[in-house]
């Protein structure tokens, strides 16, 4: 009886823990099984969470350098080992919360691999080696992504680095190559950059953000190369020699031509991530991928196979860590007979740099391309009194409002602490708000927040503030 479930999770990410949760929540045993030592997943183990924090110090970092202007003057130096510290001791506290809600809900966390010997057999193996067969009524897939690479090129964590690499290097490089303007990219980047670094971002596309709006691409790009980031866009790179002490980067444009080289110290991989699925025993069972490698899955997250689940980075839909989340809610409320959903039009995205970015809906370029007949309403932080007084004038909010209904389609924020400010604009988009219901809501005074009632009153051509 020991080694039988309601639930078994394979993957302990925000998907996977969460599912594990919820499902005890409403009353079902449920073990979640994760191949690192702790739980978490690359989120709070080597992605958002530790990124989060080198942003943060970093941040921290320049500001107290360049205070001079706000009559704050003091001798600043960095101790790179000691941020580190910062990073670890955050990540730590986080893991242990999760062991901690493991206990509290009775869940039965397992330390190794699992694989799919049936619809309702899985095999654990600990990471010592130890193997047990775990016996399911239901299972869920929850185990992420993985880095995506080059060709040719070798990441080997040192000086060719994936996103874990760079949040573990011993030293301020000279130069880091970030190979993607993704989100992942721009903020690894950043870090590097305040703490000292030169930094050139090679992008593919002729903009950087991938699919954010066009208007607040270009925006951010002109603030990041403000602050001293370099780009190569409608460039790839093509090889690495890492034979010489310093990397030589072959670097053409992608439309092809003449390569150029360029030498770096570290060199950034970020061109994207893909599902992992390997050694999860899917084929063996039948469960079917869809032609990018994604485990299929209907409306209610289930997979071709009768009691095998799937959700976050391993379906379709954006790779974030709060989308997994949800769909971890949702599936264990399925599996326990409850009306599980998630609003896929309503999921946010942010970029943690300096200015931030952040989005919820869809671009102006989206809107257009639907046919939709809309309105846009937009204000500058330059005339928000709290960026201002913060000197965080960079960038605006955008509303994108339906012509006819007035609804809001999406909302767009490059500035300070966008992040944060987006979460009213979801909020309003899950109770379909027109423009007008934020422009109507009083908001205080002086915060960044009335930038976006600013944009809600521009949509309708009546802005207030200057």
Known sequence: MADEFDLVVIGGGPGGYNCAIRAAQLGLKAACIDKRGTFGGTCLNVGCIPSK?????????????????????????????????????????????????????????????????SATEVLFTSNEGE???????????????????????????KRVVSSTGALALDK????????????????????????GAEVTVVEFLDHIGGEMDGEVSKTFQRALKKQGMKFKLSSKVTGVDASGKSLKVAVEPAAGGDAETVEADVVLM?????????GLGLEDVGV??????????????????????AIGDVIKGPMLAHKAE???????????????????????????TSPEVAFVGMTEEQVKAAGIEYKVGKFPFMANAKAKV???????????????????LGVHIVGPDAGNLIGEAAVAMEFGAAAEDIALTCHAHPTLSEAIRQAALGVDDRIMQM
């Open 53 to 117: 924090a080198l942003l943060h110090a970093s941040e921290l970092f320049e500001e107290a350098s360049h205070g001079a202007a706000l009559g704050v003057k003091a001798e600043v130096s960095l101790d790179l080992k000691a941020m580190m510290g910062f990073k670890e001791k955050t990540v730590d506290e986080l893991t242990k919360g999760i062991e901690f809600l493991f206990k509290k809900n009775k869940i039965t966390g397992l330390k190794g691999t699992g694989k799919l010997l």
């Open 131 to 157: 193997e047990k067969k775990l016996t399911a009524k239901n299972i869920v897939i929850a185990t992420g992504s993985d880095v995506i690479g080059l060709p040719g090129i070798e990441i080997d964590e």
């Open 172 to 195: 301020v490089p000279g130069h880091v190559l970030v190979i993607g303007g993704g989100v992942i990219g721009l903020e690894l980047g950043s870090v590097w950059r305040r703490l």
């Open 270 to 278: 970020c061109i994207g991530r893909k599902p992992f699925t390997e």
């Open 288 to 309: 079917a991928l869809d032609a990018r490698g994604r485990i299929d899955v209907d409306g209610h997250y289930r997979t071709n196979v009768a009691g095998v689940y």
């Open 326 to 352: 949800d769909e971890s809610m949702a599936v264990a409320e399925v599996i326990a007979g409850k009306a599980g959903h998630v609003n896929y039009d309503v999921i946010p995205s942010v970029v943690y």
């Open 390 to 408: 913060g000197g965080m004038t960079d960038g605006f909010a955008k509303i994108i409002a339906d012509a006819k209904t007035d609804r809001v």
